[in-house]
């Protein structure tokens, strides 16, 4: 099953390759960050070192690789690295340059994911903010043939099938059915091209840093063995040698299905510039990187429809950031004032929090025993004990302190809260706290529905103070 936490990694790490493209020698470092942080790049050999989000909506050339761009800054080949991330569910970091391109390594997300495990992963108090397939999503491209397709699953399972009419390389299919199987079984696999793909990427500047030992070159026809000399000077080699049809230099296979295995790979690390971890089964017929961006497009904005009504998403199925002991040793309320059961959404800035409404509310005895409805107050007291989480969750020692409300602004309540209801609170942070003096917004929801919302100010003060 996949991570239902995010994580980032424990420290630094910092690896070195030329670009495939580009030719370039460049340092790459990972640099763990905060949660919901994402993934971005940050170019540090230019001035004000610019950052650049690992977002669809930022790529700017699909040509030979995914490329992205951002506040005049771009990253080359950033699909290797990518799929590296995904493949060990890791959600926050920063990755910083001092060149244009990724490094290309031998070709496959092989060594990122060696450094990444080797410094290792470290878990943090949010809740992976995936995004779960509902309803079949479709992408077709006709003139290529391409079709990519998103189904409902409660998992990641990610099949793909190429097929180039190559007497070498013919029909091949790879799956996984598990992320977890990415590392030994996709990670390794190495990106490729046709041998009569390359003078045509050498004459577009492209290819710089390509070798033999970061590509595998497929030789689908008879070569002369003066074609063979040219490609030995236009790689930088001495010689290289075929068979009659096969591998360049023959070099072996990793996987019999190497090329079908590698395409998976790069769809892995596109589909992340959609954004969130996905949970659904995609199948791919003949992919490439622009109908991978594109339908990484796709899914974003369904993503953006799915987030318009503003609800936090709550999976009961899931466990919580906090559980009622955790809020208890937290918050200094007790029965029967403590209004919120467990937290399931926690950072810097916002919080999300659950309340089970039950006919066995003290409150209910004596506010219309016959026809029972939350108090209003209630519901704001359970909001500012929520956003009181969020407060003293900025402190190292919280249960040194108590918070206080200051003031409550537009509150307004659309709809009836009652006993068999799930109260879904969100608060939001409006500014950075100063002076213990917290200004957040709030909003609880019973399913889809807004049912209360306005703004709170809060004071935090030390116990004893």
């Known amino acids: 099953m996949?991570?239902?936490k995010q994580q980032t990694i424990q420290k630094s790490v910092t690896i070195s390759g030329v670009g495939l493209h580009t030719g370039v020698q460049t340092n790459?470092?990972?640099?763990?960050?905060?949660?919901?942080h994402g993934i971005k790049f940050q170019r540090i050999d230019l001035p004000g070192s610019p950052i650049i989000d690992a977002d669809c909506d930022n790529v700017t050339d699909v040509s030979r690789g995914t490329t992205i761009e951002q506040s005049g800054a771009k990253v080359s080949t950033i699909e290797h690295t990518l799929a590296s991330l995904v493949?060990?569910?890791i959600d926050n970091v920063l990755i910083q340059l001092d060149g244009p391109e990724c490094p290309i390594m031998?070709?496959?997300?092989?060594?990122?994911?060696?450094v990444l495990k080797a410094v290792g992963t470290e878990e943090q108090n949010a809740l992976r903010d995936f995004f779960e397939v509902q309803e079949p999503i479709f992408y077709r491209e006709a003139p290529r043939n391409v079709e990519i397709a998103a189904l409902p699953l409660d998992d990641y399972r990610v099949t793909v099938m190429i097929d180039y009419n190559s007497p070498v390389l013919g029909s091949q299919h790879a799956s996984i059915t598990d992320i977890r199987q990415f590392e030994k079984e996709i990670a390794s696999c190495r990106t490729f091209c046709f041998l009569h793909e390359l003078e045509m990427l050498y004459k577009n500047n492209l290819i710089r840093g390509g070798d033999l030992n970061n590509a595998i070159v497929i030789v689908d026809r008879v070569v002369r063995e003066d074609e063979l000399a040219n490609i030995a000077k236009m790689l930088g080699k001495p010689k290289v040698e075929v068979k009659s049809e096969g591998i360049l230099n023959n070099i072996e296979l990793r996987f019999k299905n190497e090329p079908a295995r590698h395409k998976l790979l790069d769809?892995?690390?596109?589909?992340?510039?959609?954004g969130r971890p996905l949970k659904a089964q995609v199948l791919a017929a003949r992919p490439g990187h622009a109908a991978n961006v594109a339908f990484a497009k796709k899914l974003k904005k369904a993503m953006q429809e799915a987030e318009k009504?503003?609800?936090p998403r709550y999976n009961p199925n899931l466990p919580p950031v906090m559980d009622i002991n955790r809020i208890a040793s937290t918050l200094p309320h007790r029965y029967p004032f403590l209004l919120i059961d467990k937290i399931i959404h926690l950072d810097s800035e916002s919080v999300a929090g659950v309340k089970n409404v039950t006919m066995n509310e003290p409150f209910f005895q004596g506010h219309f025993p016959g026809n029972p409805v939350m108090p209003g107050v209630l519901q704001i007291e359970a909001m500012?004990?929520?956003?009181?989480?969020?407060?003293?969750n900025t402190v190292p020692d919280p249960e040194n302190y108590w918070t206080y409300f200051l003031g409550v602004e537009n509150m307004k309540f659309r709809k009836m809260v009652l006993p068999g209801d799930t109260l879904v609170i969100q608060c939001h942070l409006l500014?950075?706290?100063?002076?213990?003096?917290?200004?957040?917004?709030?909003?609880?929801?019973?399913?889809n529905t807004l049912v209360c919302e306005g703004t709170m100010t809060a004071s935090i003060v030390r116990k004893n103070s």
Request: hydrophobic fraction near 50%; charge should be positive; glycine fraction near 14%.
């Open 384 to 392: 500012a004990q929520i956003g009181g989480i969020l407060v003293l």
């Open 309 to 311: 009504s503003g609800k």
């Open 431 to 447: 500014a950075p706290i100063k002076r213990g003096i917290a200004k957040m917004s709030g909003r609880a929801f019973v399913g």
């Open 87 to 89: 493949g060990l569910e």
């Open 28 to 36: 790459m470092t990972f640099v763990p960050a905060k949660p919901n």
């Open 106 to 114: 031998d070709g496959s997300s092989r060594e990122f994911v060696d």
């Open 267 to 274: 769809i892995v690390g596109d589909l992340a510039l959609a």
């Open 2 to 4: 996949l991570n239902i």
